[in-house]
Nanobody
Framework: QVQLVESGGGLVQAGGSLTLSCVASGRIVSINAMGWYRQAPGKQRELVAVLASGGSTTYGDSVKGRFTISRDNAKNRVNLQMNSLKPEDTGVYYC????????????????WGQGTQVTVSS
């Protein structure tokens, strides 16, 4: 079994900061990439940031320069530092991982966390 558990969501005023964390647990061989997506009410889920095992990062256009993704490989954890938050950053933030679990014969699979709510008030 593999689980992704997010933490760190909450309510913050515009211009403030929050840090989200996600830990992957279970029988994991390797993690190819971990990242964050978000979904606002009535909208599709969108990319926030992804960090690949080689260190390359991809950010959504709306968060570039404000959000920073980092990873602790030893702890299978990814963090998302969110600065200069805007009301339009409000939504449920989901952790995502592309990883290889024990017994999967090096075949990777995609996993999602349960989501954590971020609300930015104006």
């Amino acid at each position: 079994q593999v689980q992704l558990v997010e933490s760190g969501g909450g309510l913050v005023q515009a211009g403030g900061s929050l840090t989200l964390s996600c830990v992957a647990s279970g029988r994991i061989v390797s993690i190819n990439a971990m990242g964050w997506y978000r979904q606002a009410p009535g909208k599709q889920r969108e990319l926030v940031a992804v960090l690949a095992s080689g260190g390359s990062t991809t950010y959504g256009d709306s968060v570039k320069g404000r959000f920073t993704i980092s990873r602790d490989n030893a702890k299978n954890r990814v963090n998302l530092q969110m600065n200069s938050l805007k009301p339009e950053d409000t939504g449920v933030y989901y952790c995502n991982a592309d990883l290889v679990r024990v017994g999967a014969y090096l075949q990777s699979s995609n996993y999602w966390g349960q989501g954590t709510q971020v609300t930015v008030s104006s």
